[in-house]
């Protein structure tokens, strides 16, 4: 039987079905915007944020430009935390690329943690635009590229809404308390994912920062991450990835046990020895450094970089984190060129 | 039982403290420790901080993760708070002060905390600027405070790259300063490449770099005056 690879999304989808693929793709499913991509539209990064049709527009961009296989929205953390009552700062006076990041906590202490979620939730701050973003988004470039959408996991969700310092000591001294809070969570998180599902994303990325063994043990992860995680992805319809940055090698299999259909580590897991960990027919993307390589390094090193992701046995060519915008047009030329012309 | 079998035993109390992260004890430790009349700086250095140089080892080891640092980072303070006002001048050989903050964009302040402390811990004067800091706030509170110093955080590759603007800006006002880079995505090539004087992916090393460049720096300076007045 031949399998159909006729577009970059026919590859992806095919890849998630579980179906043969003539090659890796290369994609990701967080933000994908380029310098480059704004410059063709003059638009500026502070503006994006707020305005569906130039979300829409620089995220399609990157595939225009470059063909990278995707077209994800928003490109910032703070959607699910605004829609909860947090404002955010977007740093319009700035020329920069600074992300947008929450000015005001919703929790201020252990007490304030009984949060009570508005039943209206995932129409709230800008849901609505993004749900817009990816209508537009679909109808222009969404026959043949991916087309996705992000979510925060529980926990990261929680360090975006109250301060990091008390949850991280809270999940050690309260970890009952933080358990309900993430179970509350969860709930945001699902009914925001429902909403990006109908307004038509091919998939949907959990992003579970927050969780890496940097910050926690593999031990705590297990116990008060993962079955929050559990109850996200149980609900999920669409295609879905677990992604998880730093050091990830201690969780790798709990991240498939999430019930994720894919997962997503970056530069600092050790790829094949995940892989072996996995088995072959798990889903596992990555991992290549999208500072380090691909804005920073010259063509060659990204060339070799993408060998040897695709070596190690990434199931896709994926980014460690976001695209860091200002990618110089050559490496992602050849980042492009390589996933094309090398083959294991 | 000796007097310094007391002491001994006491900087062992604060040392445990630490590492069991329990202020109550570190309070109790530090407080006997003033009762005794023990020698603040050896309470601070031989008990408080040798409980935070194993605190350090078991998290390079992964027996300790964040939450875990972050308790015993409180339990530092509870005895430190009541140690200092008693403490001389620490003679670490260097003293100075510094600037620190998270630059701006980033909202985590977690490791610049930890680095706060272990200035705090060895006497150093901190100009903490906090998190999300504007770019030009550290230079022109370097050129207030005269800082030996300045630190500069990140937790993201989304803002780590604000550090070379702010590091080029700093050397053009003043040449002498000396500039540490740290946060998780911060590399030792990065920090060359931009001109940063250190770069600590941790507070330890941050804590040992910072004082050989302020050993450098005052070195430098003595040179120069000794110059002068020849």
């Known amino acids: ?344 | 039982m000796t007097g310094e079998d007391r002491k001994q035993e006491i900087l062992e109390a604060l040392k445990n403290a630490v590492v069991q992260y329990d202020e109550d004890a570190a309070k109790e430790a530090a407080q006997k420790a003033l009762d005794l009349d023990i020698n603040v700086n050896d309470a601070i250095f031989n008990g408080l901080v040798s409980g935070m140089e194993e605190v350090g080892r078991l998290f390079e080891a992964q027996e300790y993760f964040v939450p875990e640092l972050l308790m015993c980072a409180d339990a530092l303070y509870a005895g430190l708070d009541l140690l200092k006002p008693h403490a001389e001048t620490m003679d670490l050989g260097v003293k100075g002060s510094v600037v620190i903050g998270t630059v701006e964009g980033d909202v985590h302040d977690i490791g610049k905390n930890i680095v706060k402390m272990m200035f705090d811990v060895a006497g150093f004067t901190v100009y903490d600027l906090g998190r999300d800091v504007p770019l030009d706030k550290f230079v022109e509170e370097q050129l207030r405070t005269d800082s030996d110093l300045v630190c500069l955080s990140a937790m993201m590759t989304t803002t780590m790259v604000g550090m070379q603007k702010v590091i080029d800006r700093l050397k053009e006002k003043n040449p002498d300063v000396k500039i540490m880079i740290g946060g998780a995505p911060v590399s030792k090539e990065l920090a060359d490449k931009w001109g940063a004087d250190g770069y600590a992916d941790d507070a330890n090393n941050a804590l040992k770099d910072a004082i050989n460049m302020i050993s450098s720096l005052k070195k430098m300076k003595e040179d120069a005056e000794a110059k002068k007045s020849s």
């Open chain 1, 1 to 344: 039987m031949t399998v159909d690879n006729s577009s970059p999304r026919q590859r992806i989808l095919n890849l998630f079905a579980g179906k043969k693929t003539d090659r890796v793709p290369c994609f990701s499913g967080m933000g994908n915007v380029t310098t480059e991509g704004l410059k063709k539209f003059g638009y500026k990064f502070a503006e994006l944020h707020s305005n569906a049709k130039m979300l829409a527009d620089a995220a399609a961009s990157t595939y225009k430009l470059f063909g990278f296989e995707c077209g994800i929205v928003p490109f910032d953390l703070c959607v699910e935390a605004e829609a909860l009552g947090c404002e955010i700062n977007v740093y319009a006076h700035s020329d920069d690329i600074l992300y947008p990041t929450i000015k005001k906590k919703l929790i201020t202490n252990e007490e304030e943690m009984d949060i009570r979620i508005p039943s209206d939730v995932s129409n709230r701050g800008r849901m609505p635009l993004m749900k817009d973003a990816i209508r537009h988004l679909k109808s222009d470039i969404g026959d043949n590229a991916v087309i996705g959408s992000y979510v925060l996991g529980p926990f990261t969700l929680a360090g975006q809404i109250m301060e990091l310092n008390d949850l991280l000591k809270l999940s050690f001294k309260k970890p009952d308390k933080v358990g309900k809070l993430l179970d509350n969570l969860s709930d945001v998180i699902i009914s925001v994912a429902k909403e990006y599902e109908s307004a038509g994303v091919d998939f949907i990325t959990v992003r579970e920062m927050g969780a890496t063994s940097d910050v926690l043990s593999p031990r705590v992860f297990k116990s008060l991450i993962l079955p929050y995680l559990k109850k996200v992805f149980s609900e999920l319809k669409s295609a879905n990835v677990l992604h998880i940055c730093g050091k990830t090698n201690d969780i790798a299999v709990f991240m498939l046990e999430s019930g994720a259909k894919a997962i997503s580590v970056d530069q600092k897991n050790d790829v094949a020895e995940t892989r072996k960990k996995i088995g072959s027919n798990a889903l596992l993307f990555g991992n290549y450094d999208p500072y380090n390589v691909l804005v920073s390094g010259t063509p060659e090193l990204v060339h070799e970089t993408i060998k040897k992701c695709i070596d190690s046995g990434v199931s896709a060519v994926w980014p460690g984190c976001d695209i860091w915008p200002t990618v110089p047009p050559d490496n992602f030329k050849a980042m492009m060129d390589t996933v094309q012309q090398y083959r294991r």
